[in-house]
Nanobody, 114 residues
Framework: VQLQASGGGLVQAGGSLKLSCAAS????????MGWYRQTPGKQRELVAT???????NYADSVKGRFTISRDNYKTPVYLQMNSLKPDDTAVYFC?????????WGQGTQVTVSS
């Protein structure tokens, strides 16, 4: 499975960005895709995940501001990020999991200026 992420960038506080992640290769109908983020010196942390059935999970810090979505298990996963804060600045990584399989995409930088 290959993951292609895009959509990062620089935005002012209060602004919005939308990340996308497309999975290609031998994907499976039952999977969980999501976004994690990491800042220097800190562990990678969960942002949001969505199952192939549409069940979502969010970190408390982004609830009400971020929305993860997908149409089905084959289509890209999107992360709509609204009301961005400087604390959201990080490298965001796309993740794909199915059974014991666990893949990561390349990171995309999100920078929120105050």
């Amino acid at each position: 499975v290959q993951l292609q992420a895009s959509g990062g960038g620089l935005v002012q506080a209060g602004g919005s960005l939308k990340l996308s992640c497309a999975a290609s290769g031998d994907t499976f109908s039952i999977n969980i895709m999501g976004w994690y983020r990491q800042t220097p010196g800190k562990q990678r942390e969960l942002v949001a995940t969505i199952t192939s059935g549409g069940i979502t999970n969010y970190a408390d810090s982004v609830k009400g501001r971020f929305t993860i979505s997908r149409d089905n298990y084959k289509t890209p996963v999107y992360l709509q990020m609204n009301s961005l804060k400087p604390d959201d600045t990080a490298v965001y990584f796309c993740n794909y999991r199915s059974g014991y399989l666990d893949y990561w995409g390349q990171g995309t930088q999100v920078t929120v200026s105050s």
